[in-house]
Structures are given as structure tokens and as C-alpha cells.
């Protein structure tokens, strides 16, 4: 009866710990108040455009995109979630890329991780641009669309910006499917 008493309090003290991290987290992106924001990302919303630096010092945005399905995927080192949802990025890109998927990282690691994230990309063969700034949850496009857990993709349509597909429709098996949806839906276009 102890253990379970001790275990029941443990869940309970875990879910008041992030409800409390979730308004925090909530409260300092709104408190940061910087330009076009969005906070809750609902389809078909544009998602919107940023110019940013990616690992290796190429300039990458998301306007440079056009013609192709964007998957704007918000990760971390340090990230459990992220992890286990890498397998099927790394199998999307390997699949989908030469049909006209582009996969963009956004890093949410902290300051002076810059090594750290490189080295994980290569050891995961992670081809695709990765964008890292060491803000961690303040990370500039991740401020802008509002991001406040990951692993959080989403799949964006390079030549209008409308959202496609996000969190959970784009993630495991689902990420597939979305993306074959969307990149079937580009070839009816041509």
C-alpha cells in the first residue's frame, strides 16, 4: 500500500510540474511579444516566413522553398520524444526527398551546444539543414510559431505556406501518409 500511496504522489507531483512548466513556458513567449507570432497553429493558417542561419552558415528560408513540401521539424539533443520520432523523419527524408520533401531542423538545445547538435546530426544521418541559435525555448522560430513542446513538426506547403499537417498528424505513422497526401496533391497542380 506504501509503494502505491508513493507512486500515486509521485504521477500527481509530475503532472503539477508540467501544467507549471506549460504556463510558463506560455507566459514568457507572450511576455517576449515579437512580431508575427503564432500561438496555436490551426490548419490551413500560412505559416509564416523566417530567414535563418542553418549549422553551416547557409542562409535558409522558408520562402526558398518553393515547389517543394516543407517539413518544419522542432527537435532537441536532449529530447527523448525527439529521438524516438527521428527513425521516421530520417525514412521520410530517404523516401520522400527526391519526390520534392525538404526536411528543416530546428534545434532547441541550449547555448553552447553547437558541437553537441552537429555531432548528433552526423551520427543520425540527418542530411536535411539544421537551424540551431542556443536560445533553447526562446529560439527565434520557435518564439514565432509558438512552440511549446517537442517533438513538433509540421508540414508546409512551400508555395502557399498553409500548414498541412502538424503534431501528431505528422508524426509516426501518420507522418508518411501526410506526406504522401501533400505531395500528390502538388503533383495534381502541375
Wanted: with cysteine; charged share 20%; glycine share 8%.
Amino acid at each position: 500500500m506504501n509503494r502505491k500511496f508513493h507512486t500515486r504522489i509521485a504521477k500527481f507531483l509530475a503532472a503539477v510540474v508540467f501544467v507549471a512548466m506549460a504556463l510558463f513556458s506560455a507566459a514568457g513567449a507572450h511576455a517576449q511579444g515579437e512580431g508575427n507570432v503564432i500561438r496555436f497553429v490551426r490548419n490551413p493558417d500560412p505559416a509564416p516566413d523566417f530567414k535563418l542561419d542553418t549549422l553551416d552558415g547557409k542562409p535558409i528560408s522558408l520562402s526558398g522553398a518553393h515547389g517543394k513540401v516543407v517539413l518544419l521539424n522542432f527537435w532537441a539533443t536532449w529530447c527523448g520524444p525527439c529521438r524516438a520520432e527521428l527513425p521516421n523523419v530520417v525514412a521520410a527524408y530517404d523516401k520522400y526527398h527526391a519526390q520534392g520533401l525538404e526536411v528543416l531542423g530546428v534545434s532547441l538545445d541550449k547555448a553552447g551546444e553547437s558541437g553537441t547538435v552537429s555531432a548528433f546530426v552526423k551520427a543520425n544521418k540527418m542530411p536535411w539543414p539544421q537551424v540551431y541559435d542556443g536560445k533553447y525555448w526562446k529560439a527565434a522560430v520557435a518564439v514565432q510559431y509558438g512552440v511549446h513542446s517537442i517533438p513538433q513538426p509540421l508540414l508546409i506547403d512551400g508555395d502557399t505556406g498553409v500548414i498541412l499537417a502538424e503534431g501528431r498528424e505528422a508524426r509516426g505513422s501518420n507522418l508518411a501518409k501526410a506526406i504522401e497526401k501533400a505531395l500528390a496533391a502538388k503533383k495534381q497542380k502541375k
